[in-house]
């Protein structure tokens, strides 16, 4: 089982970036699937998740309306399109699957993908 991250990167203020996650050696489509942050000297921190069927999206206070999260079940792929960057927005993000359908948290994750690298410059 493994979770690919890709799509990181070195943008400016403002820009955007679309992060994909690909899915092998099983499917997740009957699982949550999110996206979570890591900045340096920092906790590890939720930023959005998307049901199994797509249905419904939750996402943190600090990217509510800028980032979308979304899946394509034929490509076994989920992405995190990330808006209107901010220097905040630095950070390590991964991707991860959840126990359960409706949705994922810190709590409820059950496999990690490896991290890709988002830098935010001014």
């Known amino acids: 089982v493994q979770l690919q991250a890709s799509g990181g990167g070195l943008v400016q203020a403002g820009d955007s970036l679309r992060l994909s996650c690909v899915a092998s050696?099983?499917?997740?489509?009957?699982?949550?699937m999110g996206w979570f942050r890591q900045a340096p000297g920092k906790e590890r921190e939720f930023v959005a998740a998307?049901?199994?069927?797509?249905?419904?999206?939750v996402y943190a206070d600090s990217v509510k309306g800028r980032f979308a999260i979304s899946r394509v079940y034929a490509e076994n792929t989920v992405y995190l399109q990330m808006n209107s960057l901010k220097l905040e927005d630095t950070a390590t993000y991964y991707c991860?699957?959840?126990?359960?359908?409706?949705?994922?948290?810190?709590?409820?994750?059950?496999?990690w993908g490896q991290g890709t690298l988002v830098t935010v410059s001014s």
């Open positions: 998307i049901s199994w069927n797509g249905g419904r999206t």
């Open positions: 991860a699957s959840g126990r359960s359908a409706g949705g994922v948290s810190l709590e409820t994750v059950a496999f």
């Open positions: 050696g099983r499917t997740f489509s009957n699982n949550a």
